[in-house]
């Protein structure tokens, strides 16, 4: 995985995403496991170099990429808040989708939650 161009880590990071969404609506826990480790691992390799993160994320939580994947959109949101980068275009991002009326939206709500009576999420 550390050998993947910054092109290839926000395609992968979008796919495994709307995969993700797909699998949790399909209550296919086995696949969405996996798929949830696969974004882990990026996460991971994000985390260990910090203009890489910049650079994905930047991309990750754009508006293009909220209208054409919204679920990488949610998760890149999400990781930056982790990371405690794009702060603010995070919170937008989720605050956006929190507004959608199915599981996407409920995450989205509950990132927002977390984050405001603690002031960080959790790894």
Not at 7 to 14: F, G, P, R, S, T
Not at 41 to 62: F, G, P, R
Not at 83 to 111: C, H, P, Q, T, W
């Amino acid at each position: 995985m550390k050998n993947l161009t910054t092109e290839q880590i926000i395609k992968n990071y979008a796919d495994y995403s709307m995969m993700q969404g797909e699998y949790m609506l399909e209550s296919d826990y086995k696949q969405n496991n996996k798929t949830v480790k696969k974004l882990n691992d990026l996460y991971l390799l994000l985390k260990n170099d910090v203009d890489l993160a910049n650079t994905v994320y930047k991309e990750l939580i754009s508006e293009a990429t909220i209208k054409l994947t919204p679920n990488a959109a949610a998760n890149a949101a999400c990781d930056c808040l982790r990371l405690n980068i794009y702060i603010d275009e995070a919170l937008k991002v989720l605050s956006v989708m929190s507004k959608r009326n199915n599981i996407l939206g409920f995450g989205s709500e509950m990132a927002l939650k977390t984050w405001r009576e603690k002031g960080k999420l959790d790894e």
